[in-house]
Nanobody
Framework: QVQLEESGGGLVQAGGSLRLSCAASGRTFSNYAMGWFRQTPGKERRFVAAISWSGGNTGYANSVNGRFTISRDNAKNTVYLQMNSLKPEDTAVYYC???????????????????????WGQGTQVTVSS
């Protein structure tokens, strides 16, 4: 079992930056690919970024590519999402998620599909004002 807790959300002006953190409990965190997703009211949860268990592979949604950076520190059981040049359309609840699939682990890959992730945090609100 893995428990995830996001932090770092808040209110920021357009063009500003925030860094989200996701702290994980459980000794197998370093085996899991991790992802960030976001959701706005009435809409489906959407992929933002993901990182392989080693940190060697990362992926981003087109809408955030070049502005957001995902990273992880396996010694601290934490994954981060650095968000720069924020836009009002980035406003959402942001969730981190863990993928315990062994195939993902052995491939050193990650998934952009939310249904591939087994564990989810409670989410943190990010609001970007114009």
């Amino acid at each position: 079992q893995v428990q995830l807790e996001e932090s770092g959300g808040g209110l920021v002006q357009a063009g500003g930056s925030l860094r989200l953190s996701c702290a994980a409990s459980g000794r197998t965190f370093s085996n899991y690919a991790m992802g960030w997703f976001r959701q706005t009211p009435g809409k489906e949860r959407r992929f933002v970024a993901a990182i392989s268990w080693s940190g060697g592979n990362t992926g981003y949604a087109n809408s955030v590519n070049g502005r957001f950076t995902i990273s992880r520190d396996n010694a601290k059981n934490t994954v981060y999402l650095q968000m720069n040049s924020l836009k009002p359309e980035d406003t959402a609840v942001y969730y981190c998620a863990a993928d315990s699939n062994l195939v993902t682990y052995y491939r050193g890959s990650y998934s952009i599909a939310d249904y591939e992730y087994d564990y989810w945090g409670q989410g943190t609100q990010v609001t970007v004002s114009s």
